[in-house]
């Protein structure tokens, strides 16, 4: 038996988690290793089979168009392909391994493309070490074919999986959510990715950036601490009945809300602040509504919006737009146009968040970026709608964003199509370039949301997803204290509304530093909702304001977290 080992990450979802690991193969194309019983092996084989065929006859009709179109050199490089599936090393082998093994064909054909992996990188000729390429393509084009049918489905992963992978894409976690999921723990990642964000909703205990990950198998028993920011592999009895203990007492806490439902969000000297929150996927708005939030400051709706893997019609958008506001039973919803790009590398490794995303991608892909106005627009007379465009830089953003939103108007007209036409339209401060320029942009929007996740990325230059930088990342650094004192100045004369939506809000003491700032409205997820409520009963306006004067004047960002802890939590 193995020693307990414990394996250091970072804390991105808290709570502790008992059960085995089930490895996620690639992030693109996730897939479970399973055993298999031997009645179920000669089934396996065929489902192979299935896929090399299904595989065999795609690459056919991709070669046809190729020779038909551009001539026959590049058919040639579908010939590669087409001999990978003829290789007995690689497709006989991965059947003798399902075969023997007793394990599902994803497992093998890792198993097998591994090895072949190595072999390759092993050679000296340059050219051919390159052909690796060719075999990393078929692998995933079977992986694909075998995904495309029923199995395998979550519903073959024990009721106590712990996904281990180098990184586990958000939509993914969200597909796979069930009640056999009870933590997360990847590779790579940072507790700012999108992934962490999901995992937190979802209140899975997650750990990310944990690279010796990389040798636990499925099976393994784990237990994720989210507390302690740990990964235990292969704990002992002794340890494993520590955690189911603490596990029991911590649901008992957990039924005993210390504040509630219908207690205002007051400070102690009668400040009331607006308190919203945060949802990443649309059935999260009953649970808002249920807990008494009093607004929806921010729908991440990129998650829905390709959770089937494809795009989802007209119709369908306008339906679940519509369900989310009927389920807010009359609470404004903040739907923020599609955010694509973060948690996002592209496969040469190129950062997506410098890139082409947020508001950038929908100027460039319109078509998406209409139908999903259109959409909003027409489920608007369901109740209060707001929609807020994130990473906006410029004003000429922004006059781009409005030219195609009169667009979609006039289409709807045209198409006798009922919508509210005062549906306010609101802009994210996420870049240093919005935060400097708030003001400006004023007279095009109806209000503001500050992003403080992605505007203290982008003013320390701390990319949010990469783990080996995120000690760096810091709410309380003077340059951010410096540029949120200055959002502030320039927004109160616009008498525009602005709600901080990033999770500087989450956390007691940095959301204390946001209302002694002069930020009266902020919005959290459902996870945090409570505790922000609490701090903001227990604390003094005229308190924090003092408290952010001293702050301002401090250097380094540690005496400010210091002295802001003291402050919130009376020590
Ligand atoms: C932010 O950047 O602070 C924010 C709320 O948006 P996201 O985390 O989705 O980038
Ligand atoms: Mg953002």
Not at 160 to 167: C, E, H, P
Not at 300 to 308: A, G, I, K, Y
Not at 476 to 493: E, G, Y
């Amino acid at each position: 038996m193995r020693e307990e080992r414990i394996i250091h990450g970072v804390v991105a979802s808290v709570g502790t988690a008992v059960g085995k690991a089930v490895r996620t193969f690639d992030p693109l194309f996730v897939s479970f290793n399973f055993k298999l019983r031997p009645d179920q092996v000669r089934k396996e084989v065929e489902r192979f089979r299935g896929s090399v065929e299904k595989s065999r006859e795609q690459l056919k009709r991709m070669q046809s168009e190729l020779r038909k179109n551009s001539g026959p050199e590049s058919s040639f490089l579908i010939d590669a392909h087409l001999l990978v599936l003829q290789d007995r090393l690689f497709v006989d082998r991965i059947i003798e391994k399902v075969e023997t093994d007793c394990i599902n064909s994803e497992w093998a054909i890792q198993q097998v493309s591994d090895e072949l992996f190595q072999a390759y990188d092993r050679l000296n000729d340059e050219y051919l070490r390159e052909r690796r390429g060719d075999l990393d393509d078929i692998v995933r084009r079977l992986l694909h074919n075998l995904q495309s049918k029923p199995l395998p489905s979550f519903k073959k992963l024990p009721y106590d999986a712990i996904l281990v992978g180098k990184l586990v894409p958000p939509s993914t976690l969200f597909e796979l959510r069930s009640q056999r999921i009870v933590g997360l723990a990847t590779e790579t990642g940072s507790p700012l990715s999108h992934t962490a964000i999901m995992a937190r909703s979802l209140e899975i205990p997650a750990i990310v950036g944990a690279s010796e990950l990389a040798e636990v198998a499925s099976g393994d028993v784990l237990i994720v601490d989210g507390e302690r920011g740990i990964v235990i592999w292969s704990p002992s009895d002794e340890t494993v009945a520590q955690y189911k203990n603490r596990d029991r007492d911590g649901k008992k806490l957990k039924k005993k809300p210390a504040t509630s439902i219908s207690a205002p969000s007051i400070t102690e000297d009668s400040v009331q602040i607006s308190l919203g929150a945060n949802i990443n996927f649309s059935e999260e708005v009953r649970a808002a509504a249920a807990q008494g939030c009093e607004f929806i400051g921010l729908y991440r709706t990129e998650f829905d919006f390709f959770r089937e893997g494809k795009q989802p019609d007209e119709e369908s958008l306008v339906a679940d737009y519509s369900l989310v506001l009927k389920s807010a039973k009359g609470s404004p919803v903040t739907f923020r146009t599609i955010d694509v790009g973060i948690d996002q590398k592209s496969w040469d490794g190129v950062n997506m968040n410098l890139g082409v995303r947020g508001l950038r991608f929908c100027l460039e892909n319109t078509d998406i970026f209409k139908k999903q106005l259109r959409s909003l627009y027409r489920a608007s007379v369901h109740g209060p709608t707001r929609i807020l465009l994130p990473f906006v830089s410029s004003v000429d953003d922004l006059d781009a964003a409005h030219a195609v939103i009169e667009e979609v108007r006039r289409e709807l007209q045209a198409r006798r199509h009922r919508y509210d036409p005062n549906v306010p339209i609101g802009v994210m401060i996420e870049t240093p370039a919005a935060a400097q320029t708030c003001d400006l942009m004023a007279s095009l929007v109806d209000f503001f949301c500050l992003g403080t996740n992605d505007l203290i990325q982008y003013y320390l230059v701390v990319d949010r997803s990469d783990q080996s930088v995120v000690h760096l990342y810091n709410p309380f650094h003077p340059a951010i204290l410096r540029c949120l004192q200055q959002v502030s100045t320039l927004l109160r004369p616009t008498g525009k509304p602005v709600t901080v939506c990033g999770e500087m809000a989450a956390d007691p003491p940095s959301a204390a530093v946001l209302l002694g700032l002069g930020f009266t409205s902020l919005s959290v997820s459902l996870a945090a909702y409570s505790r922000i409520k609490r701090m903001i009963r227990s604390v003094s306006m005229s308190q924090l304001k003092d408290l952010a004067g001293e702050i301002m004047k401090m250097h380094k960002p540690k005496e400010v977290e210091e002295m802001v802890r003291a402050a919130v939590y009376r020590t």
